[in-house]
């Protein structure tokens, strides 16, 4: 079971909460996901702090949250609307990047960017097109 909240920085709505449900629901089969038992937490930033300034993504766990049936793990995913130059970049883009860290976060996984860089464009390409169904 996977439990998914989606909120700004300080907990606020956002107004795209929608889209990424849905991008990380068609995302957790295609990444086989739904094996695990999982909190996401996912915050939208406008922009990073300047210690990631040059970031739009991260993700990391958390500690193990205590859930019934099971114990599970909560995992943080972060997003910023723009890049350190101010420059708008693609939400979901960054999204698909860092549900593949989130994958590699469930399984134990030390969270290499080479794996994630590699196969973003195709879970993007792929829930993109489940989206149009």
């Known amino acids: 079971?996977?439990?998914?909240n989606i909120s700004g920085p300080r907990g606020g709505e956002?107004?795209?909460?929608?889209k990424i449900e849905e991008f990380i629901l068609h995302s957790i089969?295609?990444?086989?996901?739904?094996?695990?038992?999982?909190?996401?937490?996912?915050i939208v930033h406008?922009?990073?702090?300047?210690?990631?300034?040059?970031a739009v993504g991260c993700c990391y766990p958390d500690a193990p949250c205590?859930?019934?049936p099971a114990v599970c793990q909560?995992?943080?995913?972060?997003?910023?609307?723009?890049?350190?130059?101010?420059?708008?970049?693609?939400l979901l883009e960054t999204l698909s990047h860092e549900m593949i860290h989130v994958r590699q976060a469930a399984k134990g996984e030390y969270m290499y960017?080479?794996?994630?860089?590699?196969?973003?464009?195709f879970l993007f390409e792929l829930v993109m097109e489940r989206f149009s169904q």
């Open 66 to 68: 205590d859930m019934t």
């Open 29 to 42: 089969p295609i990444l086989g996901l739904d094996k695990f038992n999982l909190r996401l937490e996912i």
């Open 113 to 121: 960017e080479n794996p994630a860089r590699k196969h973003e464009d």
């Open 46 to 54: 406008d922009q990073f702090l300047d210690e990631f300034s040059d």
């Open 1 to 4: 079971m996977i439990q998914i």
């Open 74 to 90: 909560d995992i943080v995913v972060e997003l910023a609307r723009k890049d350190m130059y101010g420059i708008r970049v693609p």
């Open 14 to 18: 956002v107004r795209e909460s929608d």
